[in-house]
């Protein structure tokens, strides 16, 4: 699956925009819209700044069709000799002529294990109305494809993922829930994703992991990481309660 | 080295200057609101800048050091007390185990920090000291302070053995002594009532019809109850887009003011998350996060266009007065130890 996709990065790309988001960012716009492409090219200037930083470079933040650089203007225009913004974007220019054409650093694919359905997927049934398929059938679509985890926002560690099957596609619950628990597998409209920590939310609520999305004790501290893929296990209520860290 | 807390106060929290590198994994950066403030307190008692010192919000804390203590109060004027007495604030202090600090009144601004020499030396969690509340991470125990905390503090530096030894006398009269001088008015300006905050245009600015546009930098916007560290929502003229385009999520970070569809602007802070989807319509300038920082629900605030270079020329200006308030305590203390 990987091999075919990976060819579209050789097709043309417009050269990417720079703006600034106020004194300390740049960001650098690389298309309107979602693809495979724009998310690899992406990728591949982070990777490239992550091992190339430059004086003054604080992080970067990648999303779907853009890369936000963070840098401190003190640092980069050497204490008030040059311009900041100026300057990094040159800086930028120069890394985006010599980066590689493809992410630097390929992940594995992450296996998440989701027991679907009853008490900790409450909404399943709601989204197989909604839809007309059986219940095994959501499980099983949902299941299938492997996601790719475009960035991660919103919450510590949770990813936005891509190319959740039409069939599925599910309007926000009417009423938001007050708490929706860490772990949780859900769909909203053409979107599909897990919550990282409890908070509200109107995702429908198809199942839910018994793996920690973000733990500030391990290094890295998210499960995921932007550029990664990821598959949905079905696993027994028994196999969740097993794997679960809840007592 | 301890502090103990006898009253929490209405949110108090240990916040350094953020939790830097882990915003592509979503971790918000938290870190002090007004981060100039805590830089001068911690300069003041010869910390590095990014020690973890309090967050004191509106309603004060009660504090009591347990051990004799290098301290200094900068932010808001919370009318800080040591031991009863009106204790000064942009100075050092020192003061013996058993003082206690209070607050009383809130006469400007809405946080006050307070830095203890060598620093709270509460653990790193994710290579910071800061309080995120909602993820209950970092700070003492990932939350605000209770009645009966007990904070460690770490170690003198060798800036501020030179600053007790020079404050503390061989035997006091008083439980407190403040150092004479001060930092300069310009990194400790008085939280105005009515203030004006500086922005450049955001990346959506243009999407905005022309009237929001004239109304968002003409028109005053009142800070509603619905104010935490994230981010505070203000009330003003609605403002609407020409063209409503579907956004995709991308970053927003501590100053970006974003315009939900409802039309009344959100400026997001310290614990903002790391990426959303609304326009956005400006981007507060890093020098006036303080003002911002220092507006409390209820007052209005007023937006003024600045070019990005006038922004970077402020930043660096900033950036020289803490680098001029370092060399000046250095050199303070070379002249003194050398005329000894």
């Known amino acids: 699956m990987s091999a075919p996709e990976t060819s579209i990065t050789t097709a043309f790309q417009p050269s990417p925009q720079f703006f600034p988001l106020g004194d300390a960012a740049v960001v650098v716009q690389f298309g309107e819209s979602i693809s495979l492409a724009t998310h690899l090219a992406i990728q591949s200037l982070n990777d490239y700044l992550g091992q190339q930083p430059f004086a003054g470079l604080r992080e970067c933040v ?23 913004y100026e300057r990094v974007c040159a800086v930028l220019q120069q890394r985006l002529l010599s980066a590689p054409p493809a992410p630097i650093v390929i992940y594995h694919t992450v296996e998440i294990p ?63 829930r007050t708490l929706v628990p860490a772990g949780a597998v859900g769909i909203a409209g053409a979107q599909t994703g897990i919550y990282s920590l ?45 794997l679960s860290h809840e007592p | 080295m301890s502090l103990s807390v006898v009253r929490p106060g209405l949110l108090t929290t240990v916040q350094d200057l953020g939790r830097l590198g882990y915003q592509h994994l979503g971790v918000v950066l938290s870190g002090a609101l007004d981060a100039v403030a805590l830089r001068v307190a911690n300069l003041l008692v010869g910390n590095p800048q990014n020690a973890a010192g309090l967050e004191i919000t509106l309603l004060g804390p009660i504090i009591r050091f347990e051990t004799d203590s290098l301290i200094a109060l900068t932010g808001a004027d919370l009318s ?17 185990a058993g003082t206690v600090l209070a607050f009383g009144a809130a006469r400007a601004g809405c946080r006050a920090y307070l830095a203890v020499a060598g620093g709270l030396a509460v653990p790193q969690v994710l290579g910071s000291r800061a309080t995120y509340l909602r993820a209950g991470l970092g700070g003492w125990h990932g939350r605000a302070l209770r009645a009966g905390d007990e904070l460690p503090v770490g170690t003198f530096s060798p800036v501020a053995q030179q600053l007790w030894q020079l404050l503390a006398p061989a035997s006091w009269s008083a439980p407190w ?65 020409d063209t409503a385009p579907e956004l995709l999520s991308s970053a927003v970070t501590f100053g970006t003011m974003q315009v939900p569809p409802g039309g009344q602007p959100i400026v997001l802070l310290a614990d903002a998350q790391t990426t959303g989807g609304y326009p956005r319509l400006a981007q ?13 629900p209820g007052q209005a605030l007023r937006f003024q266009e600045v070019s990005l270079a006038e922004a970077q020329a402020l930043y660096l200006a900033q950036e020289r007065r803490l680098q ?17």
């Open chain 1, 62 to 84: 990648p999303a779907f069709t853009t890369l936000t650089v963070y840098y401190d203007p003190w640092l980069v225009s050497e204490q008030g000799h040059y311009l900041p």
């Open chain 2, 80 to 96: 800080p007390t040591l031991d009863g007495q009106p204790a000064p604030l942009h100075r050092p202090v020192a003061v013996w």
């Open chain 1, 114 to 176: 989701v027991c679907y359905g009853g008490d900790l997927g409450p909404d399943l049934a709601a989204v197989a109305q909604y839809t007309g398929l059986m219940p095994a059938e959501v499980i099983a679509r949902h299941s299938a494809p492997e996601y790719l985890v475009y960035m991660l926002g919103f919450a510590p560690g949770f990813p936005y993922l891509g190319r959740l099957d039409a069939r599925l596609a599910t309007p926000r619950r009417a009423e938001p």
């Open chain 2, 177 to 241: 002594v403040a150092a004479r001088w001060l930092a300069s008015p310009a990194l400790c300006p008085t939280p105005h009532a009515q203030p004006v905050i500086r922005a450049v245009r955001g990346p959506e600015y243009e999407q905005f019809t022309e009237a929001s546009q004239r109304a968002f930098w003409h028109e005053p916007f009142v800070i509603t109850p619905a104010a935490d560290r994230m981010g505070y929502r203000l009330q003003g003229p609605a403002l609407t887009r």
């Open chain 1, 198 to 242: 409890p908070t509200p939310g109107g995702w429908q609520l198809i199942g839910r992991t018994p793996l920690r999305l973000f733990d500030p004790a391990a290094n890295p501290p998210t499960l995921l990481r932007a550029g990664q893929h990821l598959r949905f296990v079905p696993i027994s209520e028994t196999e969740f309660h097993c």
């Open chain 2, 284 to 296: 507060v300038i890093t020098a006036d996060f303080g003002a911002l920082a220092q507006a409390a």
């Open chain 2, 324 to 340: 001029e308030l370092r060399q000046a305590i250095e050199w303070k203390l070379d002249s003194l130890s050398a005329s000894v």
